[in-house]
């Protein structure tokens, strides 16, 4: 099978750039091309309820059963969860006050996320923390009724928005004037908490959504936050506005420092494989049944986990036309070290889905040996089992 160059995509195509930062989205193009990838984006909305649901409720469940005692102090430490936003894991007992660090005491944050083909609202996410924990979450889809709420100053529809904002940050602040009144009106009792939109691209949502590294999902939102500054791309790929105090920090840090920052706050740099809920996978498989093969597995199998030293020791060119090779795969300086496989770790295909905590962190050395004995815990908040 021929594979796909990045020449072959039109110049014009607006998804074009954001692969040179997009792992997964690059491999699922050079497989089956820009007409496929369009495709995927719009059906992805599909399970996206569904996805936040089983989410936020295990975040919700899990919280209360940690606040009564339920869950111990020494399970807490090795039981994760998603946490804002939900692809990023946190080890459960780290989370409140890691949100209440990043985010503040009492806030709202609103994911927007946006159709790179037409630029129309895909879906509108919001999840309130109190104190740090999370205790409420609304989301509208593409043909909810929100989506016809209009800007007061500009007349524009929330769904239009991201197509007549001339860019993110544009489109950022027309949309937290919307979506701020929404929240005072659905919620009053928070009316006076911190707000904060994050707008992100489809592109960013799959390329996060499919990777199984946390610090391969924090180094993706490092470059997703910096697509415009660092490598000089056309637009951001994912934003906050207005960008948290701490985060205005974070992302000016190195990739490396700021991956290893967060995950310090969310893992205590512990690797953890994210989970995909038993309902997501089989959409997967049913649906994007051709990416399962080439973006998902390949992870366990022949590629392989990259230990957290391998994901900070990685370079990226800084320079759009640096990262592409003549060969048409990508540029990027990757230390050789250890990776973890179905093999290595004794896990089943149809369990690698569940999500693991690996005595693995960001001082293991490259050349470590990767044995079962590694595992800690495996599924994600309540639905923990414990290895040790």
């Not at 205790?135 to 043909?143: F, I, M, S, Y």
């Not at 309902?279 to 990259?306: C, F, N, R």
Request: some cysteine; overall charge negative.
């Amino acid at each position: 099978m021929s594979l796909y160059n990045y020449g072959d995509v039109p110049d014009d195509n607006f998804t074009k750039e954001f692969m040179l930062i997009s792992k997964h989205i690059f491999k699922v193009f050079r497989h089956f091309g820009v007409e496929y990838m369009e495709n995927v984006f719009s059906k992805f909305r599909q399970v996206q309820y569904d996805v936040t649901k089983a989410r936020w409720d295990n975040m919700i469940f899990t919280g209360r059963k940690i606040l009564s005692g339920e869950i111990s102090q020494e399970e807490a430490e090795k039981t994760f969860l998603y946490t804002i936003p939900h692809v990023v894991t946190c080890r459960s007992d780290l989370q409140v006050g890691t949100n209440k660090l990043l985010y503040g005491d009492s806030t709202d944050v609103s994911f927007a996320i946006i159709n790179d083909y037409t630029h129309e609202l895909l879906f509108v996410f919001n999840g309130h923390l109190e104190g740090g924990v999370p205790v409420d979450w609304w989301l509208a889809g593409v043909h909810d009724d929100l989506m016809e709420r209009r800007h007061l100053k500009y007349g524009v529809k929330l769904r239009d928005i991201p197509k007549k904002a001339k860019n993110m940050i544009k489109c950022a602040q027309w949309l937290e004037s919307v979506l701020r009144d929404i929240r005072n009106e659905r919620t009053p009792q928070f009316s006076n908490s911190l707000y904060t939109i994050s707008t992100c691209f489809s592109s960013a949502m799959f390329n996060i959504f499919a990777e199984q590294s946390c610090y391969e999902t924090m180094a993706s939102i490092y470059d997703g936050m910096n697509a415009k500054r660092l490598y000089k791309i056309k637009d951001y790929h994912f934003l906050y506005y207005p960008v948290p105090p701490l985060f205005s920090t974070l992302f000016l840090l190195t990739r490396d420092n700021f991956t290893k920052s967060i995950e310090g706050l969310t893992t205590s740099h512990k690797l953890i494989t994210n989970t995909i809920e038993d309902g997501a996978m089989e959409w997967v498989k049913t649906e994007l049944a051709e990416v399962y093969p080439i973006s998902y597995l390949p992870q366990w199998t022949t590629d392989g986990i990259p230990i957290p030293a391998i994901t900070l020791g990685t370079k990226i060119p800084t320079k759009k036309k640096d990262m592409i090779g003549p060969d048409g795969w990508w540029v990027r300086d990757i230390p050789d070290g250890a990776r973890l496989t179905l093999e290595n770790m004794n896990i089943t295909e149809e369990e690698s889905s569940k999500g693991y905590l690996f005595d693995i962190d960001h001082q293991t050395p490259l050349d470590v040996e990767l044995t079962p004995d590694l595992k800690i815990s495996m599924g994600m908040g309540s639905e923990t089992k414990f290895f040790k």
